[in-house]
Structure formats: structure tokens, C-alpha cells
């Protein structure tokens, strides 16, 4: 695994850059994504190389770490309800005990990762001309709409 940094277009919409593992979610898309995708996103995922205002990579470093806490949490979830599906014997009390925390925690966890996007957007409104002047420097034949690198495809 490699260290996560600022890319443009590691999703297809939603936000122009993140801060995600450039390697992973390449290697996420060629297993999951259609086939007539690859090109664009290949083309236009990349290593942002200019200097992003620091609240707004700090806002995006915070998002995702508050994702990936979310994401565990979810996972955590799921692993409890199995085990206590399995265990028959003891499925009502280990399932109620286990749904109940791990929803709790899930919970948390969600709230955490909507506060820091909604900090990470407040960040994005208040550079989106500097941020968008430099995504314009750096991809000057991106078709990004602003909501997609696919806009024919909404």
C-alpha cells in the first residue's frame, strides 16, 4: 500500500480531489469498474502537483480518516452480526449486545465523517477559484462539469 495524498478525479463525481491511496483505488477501479470508463479515468486520475490551500488538505486528510474510521466501524458491524447469526446458541444475547454497539460505534462514526465533509465542502466553497485554477493548469482537457469527469453519461 502506498501513502495516500491529493488526487484529481478519484471518483468519478462528487468531488474534483481527495486525499486517497493513488495506488489502491486505481487498482480498485481497474477490478470494479466497466471497461469504457478505464481510459477517462486513467487519463484524468492523478497526483495533484501544485500547492492546494492547506485548510482545505487539511479538511480532506481529516474527511477520510473519518471515512476509514467509518468504514471500520461498518465492518466491525457486520463481522458481530455474523458471528452472533453463527452462534445459534448463543445468537439472541451475543446479537443484541453486538448489533447494539456496533450501531452505536457505526453511529458515531457516521456522524464524525458527515462533520468533516461538510467541513471539507466549507473548505472547497471558500478556495474553489484557487483550487479550480489550479485543477485547470493541471488538466486542461478534463471534461469535469463541475459534478463529473462523465457528464454525456448523466
Not at 82 to 110: L, M, N, T, V, Y
Not at 119 to 124: D, G, M
Request: hydrophobic residues 45%.
Amino acid at each position: 500500500m502506498s501513502e495516500k495524498q491529493m488526487v484529481w478525479h478519484a471518483y468519478h463525481a462528487g468531488s474534483l480531489c481527495q486525499y486517497v491511496d493513488l495506488e489502491a483505488r486505481r487498482a480498485e477501479i481497474e477490478e470494479i469498474k466497466s471497461k469504457h470508463e478505464l481510459p477517462t479515468r486513467r487519463r484524468l486520475m492523478k497526483p495533484v502537483v501544485g500547492q492546494l490551500p492547506p485548510e482545505f488538505v487539511a479538511a480532506c486528510k481529516k474527511e477520510a480518516a473519518r471515512r476509514a474510521a467509518r468504514d471500520a466501524a461498518w465492518s466491525a458491524a457486520w463481522e458481530a452480526w455474523s458471528a452472533a447469526r453463527d452462534a445459534w446458541e448463543a445468537r439472541d444475547a451475543a446479537w443484541r449486545a453486538a448489533w447494539s454497539a456496533a450501531w452505536e460505534a457505526r453511529d458515531a462514526a457516521r456522524d464524525a465523517a458527515r462533520d468533516a465533509w461538510e467541513a471539507r465542502e466549507a473548505s472547497y466553497q471558500t478556495h474553489e477559484a484557487e483550487i479550480e485554477r489550479l485543477h485547470a493548469l493541471e488538466c486542461p482537457d478534463c471534461p469535469w462539469d463541475g459534478e463529473t469527469i462523465f457528464p454525456d453519461q448523466t
